[in-house]
């Protein structure tokens, strides 16, 4: 599953860098994670860099993109162009 940034997001600017797909962007009122670009670090990391660094737990899976592993890593190899790091 993709992650997503609830309304409980601070706005405190850690999570953006952390992205390794550039996936998480200021929003209108909080950041928020662009589903397609989102893998869960996926290919990169063995956890989610953006979840590992929030620091009030604002960012749970995103129920509207129920992604798998395998579905997940291929989504890694298109944005990467199928070179695995």
């Known amino acids: 599953m993709a992650l997503m940034i609830t309304d409980e997001c601070i706005n405190c600017d850690v999570c953006e860098p952390e992205c390794p797909n550039d996936a998480i962007s200021p929003g209108e009122e909080f950041?928020?994670?662009d589903p397609l670009l989102c893998t869960e670090c996926v290919g990169h990391f063995e956890t989610s860099q953006c979840v590992e660094v929030?620091?009030?737990d604002c960012i749970p899976f995103n129920p509207e993109y129920p992604e798998t592993q395998d579905e997940l890593m291929e989504k890694y190899n298109q944005l990467t162009g199928g070179n695995e790091t």
């Open 31 to 33: 950041y928020e994670i």
């Open 54 to 56: 929030c620091p009030v």
